[in-house]
């Protein structure tokens, strides 16, 4: 796998454009992939953003806004908030289970794309923090 911790660096010093532009560019490689497994592939991916919303336990507004433009999801801050405490219970820690399994389904390649994005997307408020890689680091199997 790729180096983790300079790539949590990388993410943080990028701007907002450049990271726009590339969870955008992801976004749609992510919900083609995951329909290569025979299921819904913006479903997979709302659950993934979720995950990757909630890996410190909190749904930011940087969070939020980021999701807004670059998904083609389209739900409520509440909704969103909603999902993501949802996935923080005891039920989504089997969430967060199922999806490190959906995860190791693809070539280490893609696990690194699909860690990148979460990595990316949780420096919408340009710091990574430690629950955050923590949790994502759980995500590889």
């Known amino acids: 796998m790729f180096e983790f911790e300079e790539m949590c660096k990388t993410f943080e010093k990028m701007s907002n454009g450049e990271r726009k532009l590339y969870l955008q560019e992801q976004s749609v490689k992510m919900i083609n992939a995951f329909e290569t497994l025979g299921s819904d592939g913006i479903e997979m991916f709302l659950y993934f953003m979720a995950v990757a919303c909630g890996a410190d336990g909190k749904l930011s507004v940087e969070e939020y806004s980021l999701l807004q433009e670059v998904t083609p999801i389209n739900l ?15 039920e989504g820690k ?22 990148s994005f979460c990595l990316c997307f949780c420096s919408a408020d340009k710091k990574v923090s430690l629950k955050e890689r923590t949790f994502i680091k759980s995500l590889v199997v």
């Open 76 to 90: 409520t801050y509440s909704e969103v908030e909603k999902l993501v405490n949802r996935l923080n219970s005891v």
């Open 94 to 115: 089997r969430h967060a289970v199922w999806i490190s399994e959906v995860v190791g389904q693809f070539s280490e390649e893609f696990q690194d794309t699909l860690i």
